[in-house]
């Protein structure tokens, strides 16, 4: 019976993978450093033709795909014979601006051969995290290149960036989940160099399969890992699952595959290969992928047990009563997070009263919020205003 039950399971997810693929129409693929360069620091030109022919096929099938790629310090690091990742941020700067010019020749190269125009887009934490004007002017940028029938080829700008290499975002997988939620690709791919998300690493169990289909709902699953990164490289699992949470917050999926095993065609074919996750809800719309991931945060608030039970299984706005205490210097208009009496953080909104109100009125009902400011009550996060986490 338990055989029978598991088989069935098992086909069940084989045809929601299946799917879900099918229905990608926009693409981001991000390659991690120890997947595009050798032991020795060069480019790995087998798994750049590889990902570049793939992307073309992909193309032809009527799949629009942008490229989040890392590689340009490990690039810089060969090309100047360095052993060792730079530790002082000037150095590494250095490495980085020599290590892209060689990154995107190869990209450039290879593209051309398939008559396939490519455009560098370079980013930083201001372009993806500052002020919506400039958020909707980078994410015209890259609709545009799509427009053209160009593959956007995007980095981080390692060169001048110091937030960056400070992680202020963090590897280049939380890079691609912006980009993907800035873009409204319907998926994301992570090819490293493991085979998809463990249960039990190998390691620790040998002989163990990854995870085929991740779900909103595991959140075991979905919990951080502290399996660290690769010499060259920043990621790691952590930061993977920190990407793909950000992405079923938007209601997008997410794919965690080897880069060397695994070929995006056959990935997007539904094979079964890799790690799927797979969103509950349907896709945000653009203004609360703003609120909840693009939009710098002023401020905390953190709320009672009864407010969370409101926000989360009733759709509810947030009224003053619910919150507990706040931080932060914040105004009317700003982005908070929306914390738990734990401080955990499950929601992000935008704010209807600045802090000193708010810290005149917290905990209060609305006669006595009239009362205390002399004007009507409003709530202190709308709905409309408001996204819950993963």
């Known amino acids: 019976m338990t055989s029978t039950v598991d088989t069935a399971a098992v086909r069940k997810e084989t045809e929601l993978r299946r799917r879900r693929l ?17 032991a020795s620091h060069q480019l790995d030109r087998r798994v750049l033709r590889q990902l ?41 700067q250095a490495v980085a601006a020599v290590g892209q010019i060689q990154l995107m020749e190869a990209y450039k190269g290879l593209f051309w051969r398939s008559r396939v125009p490519v455009g560098q887009v370079l980013l930083t934490a201001d372009d993806i995290l500052g002020d919506r004007r400039r958020y909707l002017n980078l994410e015209n940028t890259l609709r545009s290149l799509f427009a053209y029938g160009a593959v956007p080829v995007i980095n981080e700008n390692d060169s001048i960036a110091v937030a960056e290499l400070k992680r202020q ?31 039990e690493y190998p390691v620790q169990r040998p002989g163990s399969r990854p995870l085929r289909l991740v779900q909103a709902s595991d959140s075991d699953v979905l919990r951080p890992d502290d399996r660290p990164g690769s010499s060259v490289g920043r990621g790691g699992i952590a930061t993977k699952l920190k990407a793909a949470r950000l992405l079923l917050t938007c209601g997008e999926m997410c794919m965690i595959a080897h880069a060397r095993h695994h070929r995006l065609v056959d990935l997007l074919d539904g094979q079964d290969y890799g790690t799927l996750f797979v969103p509950a809800a349907k896709p945000l719309r653009r203004r609360k992928r703003w609120i909840a991931f693009a939009s710098e945060c002023a401020g905390s608030i953190v709320v009672d047990p009864g407010a969370q039970r409101a926000l989360v299984q009733h759709d509810s706005s947030l009224l003053p009563a619910g919150v507990l205490r706040l931080s932060g210097r914040f105004a009317p208009g700003d982005a908070v997070r929306v914390m738990n009496a734990d401080g955990d953080e499950f929601a992000r909104g935008l704010v209807r009263y600045s802090d000193t109100e708010l810290a005149r009125i917290m905990g209060k009902t609305s006669p006595h919020v009239v009362a205390e400011l002399g004007r009507p009550a409003l709530e202190v996060i709308h709905r409309d205003d408001l996204v819950l986490l993963i």
């Open 22 to 38: 099918a229905a990608v129409r926009r693409l981001v693929v991000k390659i991690g450093s120890s997947s595009l360069t050798t």
């Open 52 to 92: 570049v022919a793939d992307v073309v096929e992909l193309r032809h099938r009527g799949v629009e795909v942008a490229i989040v790629s890392s590689g340009a310090v490990a690039a810089g690091m060969g090309r100047l014979r360095q052993s060792r990742r730079p530790r002082m941020i000037a150095r590494l």
């Open 169 to 199: 975002i963090g590897e280049n997988d939380m890079l691609a989940a912006y980009v993907t939620n800035l873009i409204g690709a319907q998926l994301l791919i992570m090819l490293s160099d493991v085979d998809g998300l463990y249960a």
